[in-house]
């Protein structure tokens, strides 16, 4: 797998594991930053490194998602991980791109009181 998709694969599980971490002026940001790039992992992979080195608490967050990646060398999204038969979702990996992208950053925005 390539560094590019793997950064993103981290990002993406840390906005669902840690959206703490992403105020909504952060996801403002980050749909903001992504919207005119092309859907080309390597340029939104190197956009969102860009962004997120402003950030050390989301750095470390993120670096230790893709230590513990390299460390465990496994497959990072559970369609990957799911046997085989057991389910649909393991015939159909998962696909990095920026829709997928900008469905975690708005997932992870606050849902503001109505």
């Not at 956009?47 to 513990?68: F, R």
């Not at 057991?86 to 606050?110: D, F, G, R, V």
Request: proline share 8%; with cysteine; aromatic share 8%.
């Amino acid at each position: 797998m390539s560094f590019y998709k793997q950064n993103l694969e981290a990002f993406i599980k840390l906005l669902t594991t840690q959206p703490k971490l992403f105020t909504d002026a952060k996801c403002q940001e980050l749909l903001t930053l992504i919207e005119p790039l092309p859907d080309d992992i390597e340029t939104l992979s190197t956009a969102i490194a860009s962004w997120y080195e402003k950030y050390d608490p989301i750095v470390d967050a993120q670096l230790d998602i893709l230590n513990h990646w390299n460390f465990t060398e496994t497959s990072h999204f559970p369609a990957a991980t799911a046997r085989p038969g057991a389910n649909s979702a393991a015939a159909t990996p998962t696909t990095i791109n920026k829709e997928l992208l900008k469905s975690a950053i708005l997932k992870t925005q606050p849902k503001s009181p109505h």
